[in-house]
C-alpha cells in the first residue's frame, strides 16, 4: 500500500495528514521530501498519523530526520493521531520523549496557538 499524503492550512497551523504505511523506501522518501516542502512555508506542523497503519525504522528514521531540520529551522513538528501501535513503537524507541504528541488535531493545532500567546 502506497502512502498517501494530504496538506491543508488551520489558521496558521499546517496539518500533513499521512494515510498507509511509512516505511524505508518511497514512502519515506516521499514523507520527508513533503515536509521538507511545507517547511519551506510553514514553522508550524502538525503531523496527523491517523490513517498510518505501519511504520519501521526507515519510517522512524524519517519522522527523527524531518523533525531535527525542523528544529534546525526554528519550525516545530508535533504528532497527532497515534494508533496503539505506534504509540507503542515510539515509547519502546524513547521517541514519545522527543516527539510532542497529542490525542487529537484539534489540541495539537491550539497548541500551536498557546505557544504564541
Known amino acids: 500500500m502506497n502512502l498517501k499524503i494530504e496538506t491543508?492550512?488551520?489558521?496558521?497551523?499546517?496539518?500533513?495528514?499521512?494515510?498507509?504505511?511509512?516505511?524505508?523506501?518511497?514512502?519515506?522518501?516521499?514523507?520527508?521530501?513533503?515536509?521538507?516542502?511545507?517547511?519551506?512555508?510553514?514553522?508550524?506542523?502538525?503531523?496527523?498519523?491517523?490513517?498510518?497503519?505501519?511504520?519501521?525504522?526507515?519510517?522512524?528514521?524519517?519522522?527523527?530526520?524531518v523533525y531535527s531540520s525542523a528544529r534546525s529551522a526554528g519550525a516545530d513538528i508535533k504528532l497527532t493521531g497515534l494508533g496503539h501501535r505506534i504509540r507503542d513503537v515510539l515509547q519502546i524507541t524513547k521517541l514519545a520523549t522527543v516527539f510532542e504528541v497529542y490525542d487529537n488535531e484539534q489540541q495539537a493545532v491550539a497548541s500551536f496557538q498557546k505557544g504564541a500567546a
Open 8 to 65: 491543508r492550512q488551520i489558521d496558521r497551523v499546517t496539518v500533513v495528514s499521512c494515510s498507509g504505511r511509512i516505511v524505508f523506501g518511497e514512502e519515506a522518501t516521499a514523507l520527508r521530501d513533503n515536509l521538507k516542502r511545507v517547511l519551506t512555508q510553514s514553522r508550524s506542523i502538525v503531523l496527523n498519523l491517523s490513517g498510518v497503519s505501519y511504520i519501521d525504522s526507515g519510517g522512524l528514521g524519517t519522522l527523527v530526520g
